[in-house]
């Protein structure tokens, strides 16, 4: 079983930064793809990006390349989504998600375990 708890969520005005982290615990996120998700009021969960567990294979929704960065500390079983450029569409809840050691070559919507999410509000 892993639990997985996001943080670092907050109201930030439009073109600034977060950082949001995805902490792991039960077990080592290490042999875990980890995945982050957003969802609004009223639309549907989308894909954000996904890191697999040894770090060298990320994708990118296409809404969010080159302003959102994932990345993974496995000595502190963290998963981080950095957050730059913010839009007002970008308010969202976020999620992050875990898949026991699963290869990926692009999105992945299926997962094992999911987080309780963090709030990310952006002001215009």
């Known amino acids: 079983q892993v639990q997985l708890v996001e943080s670092g969520g907050g109201l930030v005005q439009a073109g600034g930064s977060l950082r949001l982290s995805c902490a792991g615990s039960g077990r080592t996120l290490s042999s875990y793809t980890v995945g982050w998700f957003r969802q609004a009021p009223g639309k549907a969960r989308e894909f954000i990006s996904v890191i697999d567990w040894s770090g060298d294979t990320l994708y990118y929704a296409d809404s969010v390349k080159g302003r959102f960065t994932i990345s993974r500390d496995n000595a502190k079983n963290t998963v981080y989504l950095q957050l730059n450029s913010l839009k007002p569409g970008d308010a969202a809840v976020y999620y992050c998600?875990?898949?026991?050691?699963?290869?990926?070559?692009?999105?992945?919507?299926?997962?094992?375990?999911w987080g309780q999410g963090t709030q990310v509000t952006v002001g215009s």
């Open positions: 998600a875990a898949a026991f050691r699963t290869t990926i070559n692009g999105p992945l919507y299926d997962y094992d375990y």
